[in-house]
Structure formats: C-alpha cells, structure tokens
C-alpha cells in the first residue's frame, strides 16, 4: 500500500493544485518511482488511498498495466483518515496477510523484496529506520538486537516503510481518523514490533525545500 491520501500542507505551495505523490522527482512523479521499484520487486497488486486532487492520480495511474501491476484505490471522503485510518479503511483490499507499507512522500533504496520475509509469527511490524536527518534530530524509535522499543537507548527515523500485520489495525473503527504512532507504541510495548536499519539513501519529500534537495542531487534512481 502507497500513502498518497495525504493534503500536504508542508508541500503547500506547489500541492494546491497537484497531489503530494505527483510531484516530479529526478524526471518522474515520485509515486512512479515505488511502482516501478515495487513491479521489479515482484509485487502484483498494489493500493493507493486517494483525497486530495485524488482524481488526478487515478487519471495518470490508470489500472497499474503499464508497470505490470494491478491498482487498487481507496478513496477517503470528505477528509482523509491519517496512516492508520486510511490503513483501516483499506483492509478489505490488503487481505489477511501482512503487507508492505510506503509513505507516498519519501525517496528510498530499501529492497522491497525483502519485505516478504521480515515479519514472524506473532509480531504485527516490522519497521524500516534510518539514521537520524537534521529535520528529525531526535529521532523516533529505539532499535536494539532487531526489536523497536520506545525508549533506552539512541534513537533512530522512522522512513515511512513497514510491514504490518493487519491484526495492528482491526481494533479501529473503519472510516474514522487514526494516527499509527499510537498503534505502534502499544504494539511495542507488547514486543510485537522487529525493525532494521536502513544503510543506504532515504529522504522525506515532504517539503518544497526537501523536493529541491532531492532534484539537484545527483541522483537519477532508487
């Protein structure tokens, strides 16, 4: 699942008149960069939740053909549902197996093809982290011997990528707002959530500034 439901008042000017994930990124929407790295990872089918200007991603995506992959989309209305509640809204089409989380809004080379072999048994995450950017000096979760844990020791970036069991998500009311962070924290504080380090590039794509960054580097691909 693509996040792209998201209104993007960091991004605001440049996303009042197109969607955060359509923004051009080293010559390409960002959001055709995870397709193209999803297809060749071996994904199928793929779910993108929609608000803002949501249309306008169908109109470029289509049905997925052009990757090799199968779209699905989740519209959220009249407002979207934040992480966990456009997560919620969308299990019907995700299944009853985990499944692969991206944030619409960030750039990364984490092997997506990894992802189908990181979650055990009884744990509902797996996060993908990554040392800490000047943006999120504090970071956001503790990583030690491949569990995440809220507090005791140095803290790392959340990305933006997990993989999630659905069994994280059902206890929420589908259709309402739901934030992850809290769903995560609870998942922590039962052990239930293994995470990983990632060494490699990752930026959030999150602001104008951050776009411009991301552009003029010398970075063609992920």
């Known amino acids: 699942m693509i996040l792209a439901a998201g209104r993007g008042e960091r991004m605001r000017p440049l996303s009042d008149k197109l969607p955060k994930p359509l923004l051009p990124v080293s010559g390409k ?3 055709v960069w995870h397709l193209e790295k999803l297809a060749a990872a071996g994904f199928s089918d793929v779910v993108i939740n929609l608000n803002h200007l949501g249309d306008q991603i169908i109109g470029l995506l289509g049905d997925g053909y052009a990757w090799g992959l199968r779209l699905h989309y989740s519209s959220e209305s ?16 995700l299944g009853q197996n985990p499944f692969l989380v991206i944030n619409g809004d960030i750039w990364c080379d984490w092997n997506f093809s990894s992802a189908k072999h990181l979650l055990v048994a009884g744990d509902q995450a ?32 959340f990305t933006g990528i997990g993989i999630y069991h659905p069994t994280l ?28 380090l990632h060494i490699g590039i990752w930026d959030d794509v999150g602001t104008p500034e951050l776009v411009q960054s991301v552009n003029s580097s010398d970075r063609n691909s992920i």
């Open 29 to 31: 929407p960002l959001i």
């Open 78 to 93: 009249p407002d979207a549902l934040e992480a966990a509640g456009g997560i919620r809204k969308a299990l019907g089409l």
């Open 169 to 196: 998500f059902t206890d929420l009311e589908c259709g309402a707002k739901a934030k992850l962070a809290p769903l995560l924290y609870k998942a922590i504080r039962e052990n239930k959530v293994s995470g990983e």
């Open 126 to 157: 797996h996060l993908i982290l990554f040392a800490n950017p000047t943006h999120n000096p504090e970071g956001d979760f503790v990583l030690k011997e491949g569990r995440v844990l809220a507090v005791g020791g140095t803290k790392f970036t």
